[in-house]
DNA sequence: AAGAGCATGTAACCTGTTACATGATTAT
DNA sequence: ATAATCATGTAACAGGTTACATGCTCTT
């Protein structure tokens, strides 16, 4: 899904301009869905050039004018298709993984100091959850308290993963000599995959 | 974290060809690091031509040479230092979450369907890790146990997530009016940020 | 006085995805 | 026979990010 379909949900809503489509994203969306200006108002303008999005302009004093955007009827019908269509994606890419995959060509101090922040980050999460939540009124819809939760149960149960395994993982220390592995890896991809010709995989 | 940086972790472990290396990308790397040929290859290119990496070409009866690359003293260094430097992402795109969000504006059935090939998504992540952990030794390094539990307990939270809460989702049932929303949304972004030229946010 | 917030956008860039192109060998 | 595996790559495209450009108002 594409930021412009997710503008035009959003959309399907409430009426609102670039501005406010942005702060929507990082508040209810922040832990799943990124997007800036750069990407909201092309978005929008495309949107309103396919007819799919009215706008208005409200002038203000001594501001731009805001462009408020409201769903069309044909709008509203592409935005219905957009959620029959195929599976949806959940994708996680995690440069915090793959450095623990490395963690022993990490220095010990670094190691934790990844493991502590990314801890930290996990509760940013969890209070930013709680901090949009809290404000909400009881009826509030239930999809948005289901991706509010699932959020919450995300980052717990990572903090929680990452505070009981942590001890297995042990960066080098620091005052060893560096830029030399000390220790041979197994290869772990399927065994003997390896095409005679290929020489010295190790143990 | 880019993708040559993350193929240069993988030689600093092992050498390999290109087709290895999405092998590995796709056992390993699968629950949190995508990556294809069309991004594997020209990474290659890339690394050797920066000298970090070295080629070694093993011609094959029937096949196109295999171009092994090996990791450099250069390269080595350079992939410590992309260890060292700043703080990591860790980022989650969910169409998914995005579609749950709407969950009012699916049909019920479409709603059902969706959680369940996502609870039965996750079960293959499942499957997968533990297919490819089973293989291990013993003495497998640490990072790479240390990341497959990371998947394995977003698995199992995620489902449990799902299963416990999706009792509060409702989609419409499919034989009312289409196109219309029948549920009035409260504005979930912070009360009363508008300015007053703006008119008729609801309650 | 300084900084945050409101409000718009563009343009160049970076990165990765998809589809295409080729073709023998091995397993079912 | 058919499909999967091995093995290389390119080229066009899509999509999003970052930096830039502007400027008033309200809060601290």
Redesign the pocket.
Known sequence: ????T?CLGLLSLNEA???????KFESLFKHFF??????I?????DLAEAGLVD?RE?P?????????YSITESGRKHFQDALNSANPTHKLRSDFLVMMYFADQLDNDRLQLLLNSRVSAFGGVTAHIKNITDSWPSDSPAGARFVAGFGEAMAKAATQYIEENRHILKGHSQDQAKGQPRIRHTDLS?AN???A??IEERV
């Open positions: 899904m594409d930021i412009k997710l301009c670039g501005y406010d489509l942005k702060k990124a997007a800036g200006y750069g990407s108002y092309p978005a929008l303008a706008c409200v203000q004093n001594g501001r731009p004018a805001r462009k408020v399927q995959h390896q095409p010709a290929t």
